[in-house]
């Protein structure tokens, strides 16, 4: 990603002209977007609004020509006139009303299907971005992007817009009414109109930064609230309430603040158009007021064009409370649309290679990798496991064993050099190809909400519940599951359902032997479980490796015990290789560890 473009620059508040300008035009067309599947519907809707407006703007017309002409009419023994003149407006409002109607349901509408849109939209493609976003983009501002930016859409979208432009379509007609009637008073109007576009163009180049600022003021209050919900276990276990407190309190205030000056902004933007409007409403008063007396205007007149003038400005104080919603809008969508112009780094191949029957055989030749522009980890890394080998990994912390692990399961794509499975480079594999042959279960053996049975039948979508039972049996699950308040049909997520950290792995043992990979990628536990716990995970691994190709990151003896051969690594490369026997006899890192271990477990 370049350095201005998706989510390099969000935290900017002041962009350069050019900046400003590629974010707006980014922002407005997937706007565009959105609507553009909406075309038909939004024909409609220009057409209800025009209408609608017109016939809206018609009454003041029609009631200076009911004075001027129907009243005389009547004193002079034309009830009929009455009669016509009434009609013709209860008509124009019974018109215009329903169209309004109809307008406001339209508008409902279209901003609901593009909100739907836009929300698949997001979680849709953040879900696709690679890893590397997710490490570096924090779980909070994704909350915030999917909350609180669309929710500031969702209002404008909701109300705003079409508020903004049933006023301004009705501002114009009102004005061209005005001018029918008596174009010296339309000429004031308009000579009005000069300091409220200015008072507004002041509005928007002030509010538009205090608005973006309260995006990111936003994301970071969210993004401190979920770090701190997330990681509870840690904020008890080091007292960290108080501290956190504080630091919560500060980002609020700044919340806060920002709201203040946004707030500021508009009361000033509000009161400046009222005062602007009275005093074009005193303005059309005594000019007309002069030429009634004079007699070169009808009272009729008069009243219409008063009439008209207030309702001139009525809508533009409307339209300034849609304006600053329209502004905290568009500084959402310059958040949401960098957010949805992210590229994933790790891409599916546009022709994957089809694979036959895959024995597991893995290959690293000249592998170079580093994480995104960061220094290099694995330098010329070349490496070879032979279809079915189990492999204990070593090493210190730090070293590269969860980047060798990573690069298997291709979460990151190397920098140069190949990774392949059974000889094919494994970016050339489709993704589906890759997950239903290369299985990784990690250290947290995450369980997602839903069912125990739900959960293992992960590994293979559509499994039947004795192939679900099998698995759980193969890795001797079942017992446990059983005992559970609703055995396979237990929710993991209520209470009752919780389960312990072994009984989790052996849930995702019991999902990784379903699914039936040909590699399977361990990261051990470093949780130390206890003597019975360990013996079933123990027992449950041992079945889960059969004769599959298997890379366990191992920090624990038994495990590396069970292994065919044991690498030490150590700064990104491979420092001992062999067989545990072999490697212990050597005296080298492993043996040291093994000592260290043995010794630990007397
Ligand atoms: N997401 C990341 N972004 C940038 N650098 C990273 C990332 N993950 C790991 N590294 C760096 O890569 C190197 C290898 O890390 P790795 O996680 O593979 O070590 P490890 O051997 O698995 O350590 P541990 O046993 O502590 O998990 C380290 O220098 C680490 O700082």
Redesign the pocket.
Known sequence: MSQNTGVSNEDAITLSKPERARVRARSWRLLAVLAGKQKPMLALTVLLVVVSNAASASFPLIIAWAIDWGLPQVQGGNIAALGITGGVYLLSAILAGSLLGWYVLCTARISQAMLLDLRLRVFRHTQRLS??FH??YTSGRIISRQTSDLETLRELLDQGISELVSSSVFVIFTLVSIFVLDWRSGLVVVAAMIPISLLFRWYQRRSETVYRESRVVSAKLIGTFVETMTGIRAVKAFRREASNDENYANVAGEYRDNSIRSINLFGVLQPGLVLIGSLSMAAVLAWGGFRVLDGTLAVGVLVALLLATKRVFQPVENVAMFYSSLQAATAALEKVSGLLEEEPTVVEPLKPRPLGRVTGHLEFKDAVF???D??V?MDRFDLDIPAGQTIA?V????????????LIARFYDLRSGSLTLDGVRIDQIANDDLRRHVVMVTQESFLFSGTVAENIALGKPGASREEIILAARAVGAHEFINALPDGYETDVNKRGGRVSAGQRQLISFARAFLADPAVLIL?EA?SSLDIPSERAVQRGLQTLLGNRTALI?A?RLSTVQIADRVLV?HD?MVVEDGSPAELISEDGRFAALHKAWRESMV
């Open positions: 890893l590397e490490e570096n580093g994480y995104g960061g220094p980890v990994v090493g210190q912390t730090g070293a590269g064993k969860s980047t060798l692990a990573k990261d470093t990151i920090h690594v990104g």
